[in-house]
């Protein structure tokens, strides 16, 4: 009898467990429909974009696609020394071919960033290749001497890879030594690296001076009562509100050479004559701290607002003075609050263009106004790619650092 | 019971004042610009500082011509609709997804969804140029809708995720336990107790869009230029007192927007604390 019951309450228990499970399954399937539209608008605008992205950085078949028997035999060159009857006719032969479809153009562009001039010589190659003949060696040298050079020919292999290094290496200023190896370029050389180092000092700078004015502001405002409290987060969030353009332009027509505070140093007496304080490192400061300063007042704030007060009236009341209560008791409990503030401007900064852009002089663009630049501008887009690649990975050092210590529960939008 | 004063030292004294003096000028620094800028809109002549050379309205009249700005502000409002809506909807139902049970790859689905605030956005404009390129989606009001989606979904998912932080499950079930069918349980309860932040969303989604300069300078073509996008060539290009117009009529904006939130968010309080 009791062996009965308990095998009934045996059977209902894997009746029941079957029951719960199913009904965590039906949960969890309503649930990943719930996320499926936001995931795949995500997957096609966001994560594919930024993997193909990435991907150019290093993937570059254009020149391979455009002579894929030519780039098959270099495969076979040793380096050493010039190739042999075969690989002069396989120029003409695919130059020549590539000139008629069209294709020479781009892989042309391709070969042009291996070695400078190598696109008015694949070119000129495959517009006069219908006139060469054998024995090729000879008449790709009378065409134009450069043939003879066994630099085009590494070039030429260096192109016909489907994965590139080139872009990478270029965006950290190294670059290959023929024969093998990776050399820094000569100091006089260097483009991005500078760049980098700019785009970190200006954020280490920015993260710096924010974080010195905001940390008595948010104080302020959480030690205020609740009105004027709220009054001062009101303050702090309005410009906030107001879009970077509008904010940026309101800095240029304030730090220009006839504007307002120009104009009022002089009034004043303080300066002589006017300042340059835009398109400098000075003007940009000045905005991507304004813009930036509630990134890191708002977390700071929500985070004060929460520790509670007793703690320094405990304090005080066992002896120590408001400085040492604040040193020892209040301040250790805001750096959660400081690092995620400090850590979003930081991350923020590092990012940006358009600010930079209209405030700041040649020397003060960041890495951001690089990528810009050479994806707008040249159309670069293996190296554009390659920056973005360094730039993400800036970004992904800081990102994981600021999800530990802050998450976006401290991360309050208003 | 009065608590004892504590001893001020001479370092106390310094110090407090010291603190209290340097946030005085953030707050100062904060307002003080724009503040300064914007009687500049009223000026009679057309140049970009005081004294002012007479009032006049003639820099509005020239912002709400019919063009260039007007177009402008056309295509910053429908993509800013379009944008909205979808990001809204998108989002809301993912944050809806996050919170209503525990499941596998939780966590880097949420991450996932937050990531494009913190990808620099330029190189997020630049990924979808590339990618959406071969597709005639580059200069093109859909493709520019879709890139602001993006950028405007990890806003609608936090914000909407922490209204449902604070939201009472029970009365979903008792909701349930009434007989209330699931989806008349979400109509009648789950969603108007969450509206506002669904609303606060939504308005963080149009902003997004609204501001958004980066992806218009990869995106738009001269048929879409937004405020902003239009706004860029402008202060490359030079300065006149239309801008600070301009300008003034875009904070006039942000003020009603804030205000919005501010009311949604003492709405959400409200009906939280409600017994």
């Given at each position: 009898m009791s062996t009965a019951v308990a095998g009934t309450a045996v059977a209902g228990a894997g009746d029941l467990g079957r029951k719960l499970a199913r009904a965590n399954r039906a949960k969890q399937v309503t649930a990943f429909a719930l996320l499926a539209p936001a995931l795949l608008l995500m997957l096609l605008a966001f994560v594919w974009p930024i993997g193909a992205l990435l991907t150019n950085a290093v993937h570059a078949p254009e020149f391979r696609d455009a002579v894929p028997k030519l780039a098959a035999w270099m495969e076979g060159w040793d380096g050493e020394a010039l190739p042999d009857e075969a690989g002069f006719a396989l120029v003409a032969e695919e130059f020549g071919r590539a000139f008629r479809d069209r294709s020479l153009p781009r892989a042309s562009t391709r070969l042009n960033y291996e070695r400078g001039g190598m696109r008015s010589l694949a070119m000129k190659t495959g517009r006069g290749a219908p006139r060469l003949a054998a024995p090729y060696r000879e008449s790709l040298v009378a065409l134009d001497p450069a043939w003879g050079d066994i630099a085009t020919w590494r070039a030429i292999a260096n192109a016909?890879?489907?994965?590139?290094p080139r872009f990478v290496l270029q965006a950290l200023d190294l670059q290959r030594v023929p024969g093998g190896g990776i050399q820094a370029v000569p100091p006089e050389n260097r483009v991005y690296l500078d760049r980098l180092q700019v785009t970190f000092t200006i954020s280490i700078v920015v993260t710096l001076v924010c974080a010195a004015i905001g940390y008595p502001m948010a104080y302020v405002m959480a030690m205020a009562g609740p009105n004027r409290g709220r009054l001062l987060f009101l303050l702090v969030l309005l410009p906030f509100w107001i879009s970077l353009l509008v904010r940026t332009a309101a800095w240029v027509v304030l730090l220009q050479k006839e504007g307002i505070v120009n104009g009022a140093l002089l009034a004043l007496g303080i300066i002589d004559e006017p300042q340059?304080?835009?398109?400098?490192r000075f003007g940009v400061y000045v905005a991507m701290v304004h813009i930036l300063l509630p990134f890191l007042v708002l977390p700071l704030y929500s985070v004060m607002k929460s520790i509670p007060r007793d703690h320094v009236r405990a304090a005080a009341s066992l002896g120590a003075t408001p400085a040492s209560a604040f040193v020892t008791v209040y301040f250790p409990q805001t750096v959660p609050g400081l690092g995620a503030g400090c850590l979003l401007v930081f991350i923020l900064s590092i990012g940006f263009y358009i600010t930079p852009a209209l405030v700041g002089g040649s020397r003060d663009q960041m890495l951001s106004s690089l990528i810009a630049e050479n994806a707008?501008?040249?159309?670069n887009w293996g190296l554009a790619s390659a920056l973005a690649l360094v730039l993400l990975c800036c970004v992904a050092v800081v990102y994981p650092v600021f999800g530990r210590y802050a998450g976006a529960k401290n991360l309050r939008l208003g | 019971m009065a608590s004892p004063r504590p001893y001020r030292g001479p370092a106390d004294r310094i110090g407090g004042g010291l603190v209290r003096a340097v946030a005085a000028l953030g707050f100062v620094f904060m307002l003080a610009p724009i503040l300064a800028v914007?009687?500049?809109?009223?000026?009679?002549?057309?140049?970009?500082?005081?004294?002012?050379q007479g009032v006049s309205w003639q820099w509005y009249a020239a912002v709400f011509a019919a063009r260039p700005w007007m177009p402008a502000l056309w295509n910053s409002v429908t993509i800013g609709a379009a944008t909205t809506v979808l990001a809204t909807v998108t989002g809301t139902l993912a944050a809806y997804g996050l919170s209503y049970t525990e499941f596998p790859g939780k966590r880097a689905i949420g991450a996932l969804l937050i990531s494009p605030m913190v990808v620099p956005i330029v190189i997020t404009a630049l990924a979808v140029y590339l990618a959406f390129a071969p597709f005639g989606l580059v200069n093109s009001f859909t493709g520019l809708v879709l890139a602001h989606t993006v950028l405007a979904v990890p806003f609608v998912v936090i914000t909407v995720t922490a209204t449902l932080h604070g939201f009472d499950r029970t009365m979903v079930r008792a909701a349930a336990s009434l007989g209330a069918p699931p989806l008349v349980a979400f109509a009648t309860v789950t969603l108007p107790l969450t509206a506002p932040g669904i609303l606060s969303g939504a308005v963080f989604a149009f902003v997004t869009s609204f501001d958004d300069v980066v992806v218009a300078l990869f995106l738009a073509g001269p048929e879409q230029f937004t405020v902003p996008r239009r706004m860029f060539n402008a202060l490359r290009d030079k300065l006149d007192p239309s801008i600070v117009a301009l300008a003034v009529f875009l904070v006039t904006i942000s003020i009603f927007l804030l205000a919005t939130i501010e009311l949604l968010r003492w709405r959400s309080e409200r009906l939280r604390s409600r017994p």
């Open positions: 016909s890879t489907w994965l590139t340059q304080l835009i398109f400098n707008l501008g040249t159309a | 914007m009687p500049l809109s009223f000026n009679g002549g057309s140049y970009l500082s005081y004294p002012l």
